[in-house]
């Protein structure tokens, strides 16, 4: 492996780490644009560096994290309402976060939230 291919490989490694790691007060702010700030690279070094290593776009990876983290806050309290989640997670309105979350999960948030309640407490999985 050339050292540019191990750099970039490290690098979303190091992206990932980080991103699987942010608090949720944070999650808002959580962008590829900041990202890329955060380890002094460019935009699109970032996309170009994580479609050749992840096979994903980081901007993909990062929604599909923000889901996974709705849901989870959707199992731990059934009455935190899916405009509040929204917020947390940084979408611009709950409308986009339906789609967003139904687009993943085949369902829009309330019925995610009906259906898992009288189910395990597993992780969800996306598609």
Known sequence: MT????NGKELCNRVVDYTLA???????TLTVENIAKKFGISKMHLIKSFKIHR?????????????????????KDSNLIV??????????????????????????????RDYKAGQDKEYPQTR
């Open 3 to 6: 050292n540019r291919k191990k």
């Open 22 to 28: 942010c608090p949720l007060e944070n999650l808002k």
């Open 55 to 75: 096979k994903i776009t980081p901007g993909k990876f990062i929604v599909r994290e923000k889901m996974l983290r709705a849901a989870s806050l959707m199992q």
């Open 83 to 112: 405009k509040k989640i929204a917020g947390i997670l940084g979408f611009s309105t709950s409308d986009y976060f339906i789609r967003v979350f139904k687009k993943h999960f085949g369902m829009p948030p309330r019925q995610y």
